[in-house]
């Protein structure tokens, strides 16, 4: 099993940055992947990027490509989402969840945590 839980959502406004965090506990060993995504109300979740746990590679979706950078910190067990450039679109209760070794899903999710960006 594993364990994560996101923390550092807030209120800002257009242009500000933020930094969540995501922190994994239990079986880290067993990660392959952490997934951020992220649910506006009245829409459904969304995909915004991914960190491989130990390679490090990342991926994101288009529309936050060049302002939210992905970043772990494995002593830690942390995944990082850096924002910048918010923007009211940005809106929404983040998750972060955990893809284990052979799991073609993300099957461990947090309790997400809301991020309201201001015009």
């Known amino acids: 099993q594993v364990q994560v839980v996101e923390s550092g959502g807030g209120l800002v406004q257009a242009g500000d940055s933020l930094r969540l965090s995501c922190a994994a506990s239990g079986r880290t060993s067993t990660i392959y992947s952490v997934g951020w995504f992220r649910q506006a109300p009245g829409k459904e979740r969304e995909f915004v990027g991914s960190?491989?746990?130990?390679?490090?590679?990342?991926y994101y979706t288009d529309s936050v490509k060049g302002r939210f950078t992905i970043s772990r910190d494995n002593a830690k067990n942390t995944v990082y989402l850096q924002m910048s450039g918010l923007k009211p679109e940005d809106t929404a209760v983040y998750y972060c969840?955990?893809?284990?070794?052979?799991?073609?899903?993300?099957?461990?999710w947090g309790q997400g945590t809301q991020v309201t960006v201001s015009s």
């Open positions: 960190i491989s746990w130990i390679g490090g590679s990342t």
């Open positions: 969840a955990a893809q284990q070794i052979r799991s073609a899903r993300y099957g461990y």
